[in-house]
């Protein structure tokens, strides 16, 4: 088998309302679809979410008639190919070995992606190829992994208790376990939201904090001490972007909460060292930002081995996979308990994951098991 062709679909969706984290504003819904096209009839598809997405779609493109005639089942050799691409090498200067010039650093953030779309699209044809859901080719069987469903993202004007009412109404609809996100207002008000949320889902409900990085060592101390009482499961992204395992070590001594972390760093080599760290107890990743599915299971392998419980970040259609394959070393696939928040995907895929009762069930569809809608694609069309 060879691959033909690599497309990229850039699609954007304006939200019905604007939402924010602690970190940034959102208003749209961006995804660039992957079809990698081979000579045996078999297109898989990946996912990437970043942006520029003009950025990404032109790096595809590279990237296609760089690995154009290759075996889309050696997916490590493609991977490598293209990650080579990021750093200088012997001959590779101006594209005097044939390949393209080391790519700008600036680039950086939006290369992982467009490796990370491409290489999923390269695990949906393995799957399909074998006949096999992808996490039965990883030797997973479990069907059923545990989910949570996030939401509280702030909304302009809204009560602190708002989201309380959105979080009990996923417990309500059979999540056992969810998520807030947090960390944009004053500490007081942080607690005040935090406390309607635990008064709201009961004390049987794991509730989670999705911070966005906004403390500094200190602060997210005095923090995690004025949280604690609402019996919180882990923070999330609780430091500045630039803080690093070593301040990571110094919140882990002295916050009665555990810590997750890994969904915004760019490869194995920066999650190592904060697993090594022993600071954190939940390893997160997202193989539509950051270098796809294939470094994702390179640090979901390091993870277990050193007792670093797995939970990847957002797309649980795609990651699901890997928290059934992982078993007991994961920890659980993320959710979205409200549909409009992400209108593209439940636009373009048809099949493939569904929650219920708490849990995503996977199909045992070939590959993701998602077939794709285009009649959507051509609607959100960028």
Request: charged share 20%; proline share 6%; aromatic share 10%.
């Amino acid at each position: 088998m060879k691959i033909t062709d690599i497309i990229a679909h850039p699609l954007s969706a304006t939200l019905p309302q604007g939402r924010w984290t602690a970190h940034e504003n959102m208003d749209r819904s961006l995804i660039v679809l992957v079809e990698v096209r081979t000579d045996q009839g078999i297109a898989g598809f990946g996912e990437i979410a970043g942006s520029p997405q003009t950025v990404i779609c032109d790096l595809v493109k590279m990237f296609a008639d760089v690995v154009r005639g290759m075996d889309p089942l050696g997916h490590t050799e493609i991977w490598t190919k293209l990650f080579s691409l990021t750093s200088p090498r012997p001959g590779g200067l101006g594209g005097w070995d044939g390949m393209p010039a080391p790519l700008p650093r600036n680039q950086r953030p939006q290369v992982m992606a467009a490796i990370g779309g491409i290489d999923i699209a390269l695990w949906d044809i393995k799957g399909k190829a074998a006949g096999l859901p992808v996490f039965r080719v990883l030797g997973g069987t479990r069907t059923e992994v545990f989910t949570y469903a996030t939401g509280g993202y702030y909304l302009e004007g809204e009560p602190l208790d708002a989201a309380a009412k959105e979080l009990s109404g996923f417990v309500s609809a059979g999540y056992r376990a969810v998520k807030l996100k947090c960390g944009a207002l004053s500490l007081p008000d942080e607690v005040t939201r935090i406390r309607a949320v635990r008064e709201a889902i009961g004390p049987d409900v794991l509730f989670m904090l999705d911070m966005n990085a906004p403390y500094d060592v200190a602060g997210c101390i005095k923090f995690a001490a004025a949280v604690a009482p609402y019996d919180i499961f882990w923070l999330e992204e609780p430091l500045h972007w630039y803080l690093q395992p070593a301040d990571f070590q110094r919140l882990a001594a002295a916050s009665p909460i555990p810590l997750a972390h890994g969904e915004r760093e760019w490869h194995r080599y920066t999650v190592r060292d904060f697993i090594d760290s022993g600071a954190i107890r939940y390893v997160q990743f997202d193989s539509t930002r950051h270098a796809g599915f294939t470094e994702s299971l390179r640090i979901a392998y390091y993870a277990e081995q050193k007792g670093v419980l797995i939970a990847p970040h957002s797309v649980g259609y795609l990651h699901g996979h890997l928290v059934s394959a992982f078993g007991d070393a994961a920890f659980a696939a993320e959710s979205h308990g409200d549909n409009s928040r992400h209108p593209i995907h439940h636009a373009i895929y048809q099949g493939g994951a569904e929650v219920r009762d708490g849990l995503l069930c996977l199909s045992e569809a070939p590959g993701f098991g998602v077939e794709i809608d285009w009649k959507g694609v051509e609607k959100f069309r960028a």
